[in-house]
């Protein structure tokens, strides 16, 4: 299968912990691409040192390539430039608020805006919102109330 092809099938890979959001989506794929030794190669920037969803993730490409003709096509890990939650596609940013999450704003914006409080709610938009909790189901998630509808919900933490 072509290098295009594979890198689509890649791509469209779900992340094992916001399954709403492909690999793509969350922009750790940096290029897929045939190396200097002639084998096919992914390399990804994991969200964070000591991601827990990995080895998961690297699984799941390797059974990718091999559905894609390259059984001994390997995963390469790059740790520069370090990955940024401004990295999450338009398209991923839209799924997570599909799905209750509220997405993170710019990764330069105040500590205030990057924790979550003022962020629009999924669920009614006020922008009337405070941090609950700074930890949330996964690492890179925090707990947010809406003040308004007082409806709880998780936010992806802005990196």
């Known amino acids: 299968m072509p290098v295009d092809e594979v890198r689509a099938r890649v791509n469209s890979v779900a992340d094992p912990e916001l399954p709403m959001l492909t690999l793509g989506d ?10 200097a030794d002639g084998i096919l190669e992914v390399v990804v920037t994991p969200t964070y040192m000591g ?3 990995m080895a998961t993730i690297e ?5 990718a390539l091999a559905q894609c003709g390259h059984p001994g096509g390997r995963v390469r890990q790059v740790l520069t430039p370090a990955w940024t939650t401004d990295w ?4 991923g940013r839209r799924r997570l608020s ?3 999450i509220a997405p993170p704003g710019p ?3 105040p500590l205030l805006l990057r924790l979550g409080s003022g962020l629009p709610c999924p669920n009614c938009g006020s922008t009337s919102t405070r941090s609950q909790s700074p930890f949330g189901a996964t690492r890179c998630q925090a707990v947010l ?4 509808c007082q409806e709880t919900f998780a936010h992806v933490k802005a990196l």
């Open 88 to 91: 999450i596609s338009p398209e």
């Open 51 to 53: 991601c827990p969803a």
């Open 98 to 100: 599909e799905q209750g």
């Open 107 to 109: 990764a330069r914006a």
């Open 59 to 63: 699984a799941d490409i390797r059974t």
């Open 145 to 148: 109330v809406c003040t308004t």
């Open 26 to 35: 969350l922009g750790v794929i940096r290029a897929v691409e045939t190396a």
